[in-house]
């Protein structure tokens, strides 16, 4: 399954709302970006080899090629974009008066 579709999960309006430490937070949103980051690079990864193997005219389909690199390329982008996202919000509470 897509780690982006086990990060995003449908808000539960009925229940009580799990209430954790600060410490808890943290540790499961490192371990969130950690994994996701491992992602990343794996598909970085994957599309590199598929590259060499068909530059070295080993037996691949060019369209297997060019999934993995557009498949590398959104998640990165994907990443980069999501990343942009937590420094603003940073920048804007660090600009909050208290």
Known sequence: MNSVTQMVKPFETKGPTPTSTPYEAQKSFSSVLKQTIEN??????QSDVLTEKLARGENIDLHQVMIASQKASITLQGTLEVRNKVIEAYQEMMRMQV
């Open 40 to 45: 990343v690079n794996k598909s970085q990864l």
